[in-house]
């Protein structure tokens, strides 16, 4: 396998990487922003926005945060078992997430048990370990190396497991079940991919994403009744996390499909596939609420979604062959798309055209940038900019949520 030399020395460079940062991470100054979550507070404060309760802050926090291990992890994976260049900045982000996570975990239940989920022994980050260890298992056709990695993550489920149930009082073996399925389905999406079934490896992207959005909704539910902070679940706090996990997905998808059919990737046509289902997904939302019709303008309207993702490809194909006048014409294109598609919102949901076009034009920034560092091989900046991306559509998905809300008197 071509680069599978490097693939295996980075992976086991972030097997020492982890370990390293796991001294430090906590202690490092939180960035603001897009560049990574400050911890619960902070996400909480930017991307709830509709969110009426402590509860369904809670809510919406949990389901940003393991919604995004779940893509990274995966693509971390894909990319470390191929030689990915990127796969350091890949890493490097999952575990910025990972300690997002545990400052949440912290934020509930304190700095210690913040700290013994992150670093304790067959607890979070040594379950990120135990993929790796899996992968380059898998890069080397060693079968022994893949079932002790297996073994270990069986460990880490039981463990895991006991840790959650001791901090929320939910029952363990539905804890174990639901940390199998996350594992099975990692373990799986790998194995589809290293055996060139990408059409698989996608759809098992697909579910361990929608997966963690319900071990978020089962985790908030369990600390918000514990902690006396009321209801995770209304109309309004239903739709908005059905919206910010839709587009939050769209983001993720977005951006590593441009990234694929820069490099002509083998995965390119599956994950453009799996991008369209979520394009799908989203009009099916759209037409839930305004009917079939508008759902149908939204998806296949002139400048409208699908649109503004052949223009993203457009200007991958331009960067691709240096075309200038290529990325013009795309760019151009995305700004007639930011319009149209504000106005769409506008009118459906009655929020400002002028705000909707603010927030539709840092959507189309944050993914030209990605690719555009991403082609100049600035990996890192790469990844915070998507990882602003992901964020940012939880801004959206909660305006959405706010505006569509007030008009229907959702409560």
């Known amino acids: 396998m071509k680069n599978l030399k490097t693939s295996l020395v980075l992976l086991a460079v972030l097997a020492l990487a982890v370990a390293a940062v796991a001294s430090g991470a906590l202690n490092r100054p939180a960035q603001t922003g897009h560049g990574s979550m400050a911890g619960m507070n902070m996400t909480m404060s930017h991307s709830s926005g509709t969110a009426s309760s402590k509860a369904v802050q809670l809510r919406v926090t949990l389901n940003e945060l393991l919604g995004e291990h779940a893509i990274l992890a995966i693509q971390a994976t894909q990319r470390g078992l191929v030689g990915g260049k990127d796969f350091p900045a890949i890493a490097k982000q999952l575990d910025a997430n990972s300690v997002a996570i545990s400052k949440a975990i912290a934020s509930m239940y304190g700095a210690a048990a913040g700290k013994q989920f992150l670093n304790g022994k067959n607890l979070w980050r040594d379950h990120i370990n135990d993929f790796v260890a899996y992968t380059v298992a898998t890069a080397k056709h060693d079968k022994a190396g893949q079932k002790k990695a297996v073994n270990d993550l069986m460990t880490y489920i039981q463990v895991q497991a006991a840790f959650f149930a001791k901090a929320t009082g939910l029952p363990k073996q539905a804890l174990v079940n639901d940390l199998t399925a996350h594992v099975l389905q990692l373990k799986g999406q790998l194995d589809a991919y290293a055996a060139g079934n990408y059409a698989q490896a996608y759809t098992l992207t697909n579910a361990a994403y929608e997966h963690m959005g319900m071990t978020a909704d089962v985790l908030a539910g369990a600390i918000a009744k514990q902690k006396g902070l009321g209801p995770i679940s209304s109309r309004k706090a239903d739709l908005q996390v059905a919206l910010d996990r839709l587009l939050g997905e769209h983001a993720l998808l977005a ?68 075309d200038k006048a290529g990325q013009k014409k795309a760019v151009n294109d995305l700004m007639s798309y930011i319009q149209v598609q504000a106005a769409f919102f506008a009118k459906a949901t009655g929020l400002p055209k002028q705000v909707l076009v603010n927030d539709l034009t840092a959507h189309v920034l944050q993914l030209k940038g990605a690719l555009d560092e991403y082609d100049a091989n600035q990996y890192a900046k790469t990844f915070t900019l998507v990882h602003g991306a992901y964020q940012h559509m939880f801004m959206t998905g909660a305006a959405l949520a706010g505006g569509i809300a007030s008009q229907k008197g959702l409560k």
């Open 255 to 322: 951006t590593w499909a441009t990234q694929a059919g820069l490099i002509g990737g083998k995965n390119f046509p599956a994950l453009a596939k799996a991008l369209d289902n979520n394009s799908v997904a989203i009009s099916k939302a759209i037409g839930s609420l305004y009917g079939a019709a508008a759902g149908k303008t939204f998806l296949n309207g002139k400048n409208l979604w699908r649109d503004h993702i052949n223009d993203f490809v457009a200007y991958t194909v331009a960067t691709a062959k240096h």
